[in-house]
């Protein structure tokens, strides 16, 4: 469904949390919506009585709403709020980052807001797992890979490498090169 | 020499058969004293004196044959010691020749021997150079693929190094500040493919 140009401006209005930061927090957010609607339709059936109970949400949906100052209870602001997230889900853009280890979800939001801070607002982030990185990472955009890594930092500098190993070997094959000697056991 | 003895044997019967031929003609021409001499003949040379003329003779012949033996003999043994010399020396010769020939043979064989040997010392001293030449070609070869392997692969093997040795230890958190240098390093091409992209 293609989103209309009120719901684009809408879409430019809302925040999102550093906390959501993945599609699946989006995809998550907007069945939790679809359920929240659900449940409130059946309830507004069933009782037939004007004041409205909210079903309870998940920390991320709570955060969202008061971050955009949305009112979940009423039914326009759901509405609003649930194309915002399915446009979000279809635009925005996700990029890809690999770790050498699963990080943390501190450590998430402070790399979305960074990338929503210099990018685009509305960045989505997947995360990979990646052991050979060591330290670094590797960021995917659309169609650009950046290589961050320990890896890649040392191949930029392989030629200082080759120099001290040349350096080192001329050192040696000279008889400058005296290896030390261990200490005695015992000895520090 | 044994010529010349025989030659004498025979001129000495000559003699005595002569000595006894004018004694039977002496016989026949006095016939009157022939008896007388008969007698006196047969008293002289009786079979006593006759068998004396006989020994002597024979003892004469003996001598002369005794010492034609010795001459033969000294001669035998004269031409015994000069054919000895003549066959040591022509001996000696020929096997010096021989020797001489064989020492030859032996100098030739050994020149060639020696000219062959130094042949195939050349030969293997020309393929020892090209061996080598073309083994120090290939050492170099191979050692600069190891070092180019090797500087190819370097940032791989210390990368690797670093994970197996301090992988575990290092933490996410403490790479933040890492990490967020290098975003910020590529933030333009990180923000135009993004602002293309979306």
């Known amino acids: 469904m293609e989103p209309s140009k009120s719901q684009a401006s809408q879409d430019q209005k809302m925040v999102l949390p550093m906390s959501i930061y993945s599609p699946s927090d989006i995809s998550r957010l907007i069945r939790e919506l679809d359920n929240l609607e659900n449940q409130i339709m059946q309830e507004q059936i069933r009782s037939k009585e004007s004041k409205l109970v909210l079903p309870k949400v998940s920390q991320q949906l709570n955060t969202l709403a008061d971050v955009n100052k949305v009112d979940l209870s009423q039914r326009t602001h759901r509405q609003t709020l649930q194309t915002a997230l399915a446009a979000v889900k279809q635009k925005a853009p996700v990029v890809h980052i690999s770790f050498s280890s699963e990080p943390s979800a501190g450590f998430m939001e402070k790399i979305a807001t960074w990338f929503r801070q210099q990018t685009n607002p509305y960045v989505l982030l997947t995360v990979g797992l990646q052991p050979s990185i060591a330290v670094g990472c590797v960021v995917r955009t659309p169609n650009k890979q950046f290589d961050l890594s320990l890896g890649k930092d040392l191949l930029k500098k392989s030629d200082l490498l080759i120099s001290k190993f040349s350096l080192k070997e001329q050192e040696t094959a000279s008889g400058r090169f005296m290896p030390v000697k261990s200490a005695p056991e015992g000895q520090s | ?198």
Request: overall charge negative; aromatic content about 6%; glycine content about 4%.
């Open chain 2, 1 to 198: 020499m044994i010529l010349v003895a025989f030659i004498l044997m025979g001129v000495a019967f000559a003699l005595i058969f002569a000595k006894l031929d004018q004694v039977n003609k002496g016989q026949k021409k006095v016939v009157s004293y022939e008896d007388q001499t008969k007698q006196e003949v047969e008293h002289v040379f009786d079979n006593a004196f006759r068998e004396e003329m006989r020994n002597r003779g024979r003892l004469h012949f003996e001598k002369i044959i005794g010492e034609n033996a010795m001459f033969l003999q000294q001669d035998l043994r004269l031409t015994t010691s000069q054919l000895n010399d003549y066959m040591k020396n022509e001996i000696t010769v020929k096997l010096k020749d021989e020797f001489a020939k064989y020492e030859k043979s032996i100098m030739d064989a050994k020149t060639m021997a020696m000219d062959s040997i130094k042949k195939t010392n050349d030969a293997i001293e020309e393929e020892r150079a090209v061996v080598s030449q073309e083994v120090q070609k290939q050492i170099l070869v191979e050692k600069k693929q190891i070092i180019d392997k090797f500087e190819k692969n370097m940032a791989d093997i210390i990368n690797h190094y670093v994970v197996e040795a301090i992988g575990n230890q290092i933490d996410l958190n403490d790479q933040l500040e890492h990490i967020l240098g290098d975003l910020e390093a590529n933030k333009e091409a990180i923000r135009e493919d993004i602002g293309h992209g979306a």
